[in-house]
């Protein structure tokens, strides 16, 4: 471990973001005291208020009171985690920076290891769950769907069951800080960087207060936000599907130009074309909605709008 260097040096930096997280805050911040003290490094805690509407304001103001190694920004509303996760990066001063969720689920406990980790030369030290106690079944699946599908439609490949819970060294927090897309997906773009990485398996616990931030339609957004912004698998999907109902039609004319032949009187068909109708107009409608969800990312991004708006910012006093 590193002593103390130069009086205003941060060695490390940990990343919180907070939504509504009132009730958990306290616990959770002499939770990581307890943790960091004994390790006699100069730290910082950067707490992100994504706009919260409970008194998660007040109570890191007064924790601040108390404790100058807490950074506090507050944004203007709320951005959403990834927007809070991408402000950390920017405002966070240490050599390194493990991002953390203020609810507990990601042990504090686990913190030694990761900096030993980083010390033995890992760029990223990635929290692998082993196990997710908890947690619904369906949440458990379609997690697991998800990464699976990611993995086979894009280039990339995002470690499964490797949250958000990890420790970037200070060269990935500047690469992390270059990329300025909109559409902020950060477990692919942790993937993305490459550098050096580490997996540390863990198991991960219940909430230890508060209620969970990701409805279930929230998490679908998040996951589709994640496959159109590291695949362009959707796409090429409306051609083949275009292709083979092409095909699809073209050998049932043909059955039909010949039962026409064979039974010439028969005047039928009608229920056959109204179906054809429908499944292509369906399939026309679906592509174009793809085609329309890519389009509304480029949108997004040219407009060049930034990722949150911080409306105050206390840096660490040391
Ligand atoms: N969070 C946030 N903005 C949001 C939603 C969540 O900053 O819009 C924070 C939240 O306060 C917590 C972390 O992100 O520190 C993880 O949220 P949560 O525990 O609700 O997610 P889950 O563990 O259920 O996936
Ligand atoms: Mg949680």
Same mark, same amino acid.
């Given at each position: 471990?590193?002593?103390?260097?130069?009086?205003?040096?941060?060695?490390?930096?940990?990343?919180?973001?907070?939504?509504?997280?009132?009730?958990?805050?306290?616990?959770?911040?002499?939770?990581?005291?307890?943790?960091?003290?004994?390790?006699?490094?100069?730290?910082?805690?950067?707490?992100?208020?994504?706009?919260?509407?409970? @008194?998660?304001?007040?109570? !890191?103001?007064?924790?601040?009171?108390? =404790?100058?190694?807490?950074?506090?920004?507050? *944004? +203007? $509303?709320?951005?959403?985690?990834?927007?809070?996760?991408?402000?950390?990066?920017?405002?966070?001063?240490?050599?390194?920076?493990?991002?953390?969720?203020?609810?507990?689920?990601?042990?504090?406990?686990?913190?030694?290891?990761?900096?030993?980790?980083?010390?033995?030369?890992?760029?990223?030290?990635?929290?692998?769950?082993?196990?997710?106690?908890?947690?619904?079944?369906?949440?458990?699946?379609?997690?697991?769907?998800?990464? @699976?599908?990611?993995?086979? !439609?894009?280039?990339?490949?995002?470690? =499964?069951?490797?949250?958000?819970?990890?420790? *970037? +060294? $200070?060269?990935?927090?500047?690469?992390?800080?270059?990329?300025?897309?909109?559409?902020?997906?950060?477990?692919?773009?942790?993937?993305?960087?490459?550098?050096?990485?580490?997996?540390?398996?863990?198991?991960?616990?219940?909430?230890?207060?508060?209620?969970?931030?990701?409805?279930?339609?929230?998490?679908?957004?998040?996951?589709?936000?994640?496959?159109?912004?590291?695949?362009?698998?959707?796409?090429?999907?409306?051609?083949?599907?275009?292709?083979?109902?092409?095909?699809?039609?073209?050998?049932?004319?043909?059955?039909?130009?010949?039962?026409?032949?064979?039974?010439?009187?028969?005047?039928?068909?009608?229920?056959?074309?109204?179906?054809?109708?429908?499944?292509?107009?369906?399939?026309?409608?679906?592509?174009?909605?793809?085609?329309?969800?890519?389009?509304?990312?480029?949108?997004?991004?040219?407009?060049?709008?930034?990722?949150?708006?911080?409306?105050?910012?206390?840096?660490?006093?040391?």
């Amino acid at each position: 471990m590193t002593t103390l260097t130069a009086p205003n040096h941060i060695d490390l930096s940990i990343i919180v973001p907070v939504f509504n997280e009132e009730a958990v805050l306290p616990i959770f911040h002499s939770k990581i005291i307890s943790i960091l003290q004994p390790l006699n490094l100069n730290y910082e805690i950067v707490y992100v208020n994504d706009g919260s509407h409970d @008194h998660t304001e007040v109570v !890191i103001l007064g924790l601040k009171q108390r =404790h100058p190694e807490i950074a506090y920004a507050k *944004f +203007s $509303r709320n951005f959403g985690k990834e927007a809070a996760m991408t402000a950390g990066f920017k405002l966070c001063r240490g050599d390194a920076a493990i991002m953390i969720d203020v609810d507990l689920q990601d042990p504090p406990e686990l913190i030694p290891a990761m900096i030993q980790a980083w010390r033995d030369g890992a760029d990223i030290v990635n929290m692998k769950r082993s196990e997710r106690f908890g947690e619904p079944m369906w949440k458990k699946a379609t997690a697991s769907m998800f990464y @699976h599908l990611l993995g086979k !439609i894009s280039d990339i490949e995002i470690p =499964h069951n490797v949250g958000d819970f990890r420790l *970037f +060294s $200070r060269r990935t927090i500047e690469a992390l800080n270059q990329l300025s897309e909109r559409g902020r997906f950060m477990k692919g773009l942790y993937a993305w960087l490459g550098f050096p990485q580490a997996t540390i398996e863990y198991e991960r616990d219940p909430r230890a207060a508060g209620n969970t931030k990701w409805p279930f339609f929230k998490l679908v957004g998040l996951a589709w936000q994640g496959i159109t912004a590291f695949s362009t698998a959707p796409l090429q999907m409306a051609t083949w599907l275009g292709l083979s109902s092409a095909g699809g039609a073209f050998v049932y004319a043909s059955y039909f130009l010949i039962k026409s032949v064979v039974y010439p009187d028969i005047v039928q068909g009608f229920p056959t074309l109204i179906v054809v109708i429908l499944f292509l107009g369906g399939l026309q409608l679906f592509c174009i909605g793809i085609l329309g969800e890519y389009i509304a990312r480029i949108y997004t991004e040219v407009k060049q709008r930034p990722v949150y708006l911080i409306e105050a910012f206390h840096p660490a006093q040391h």
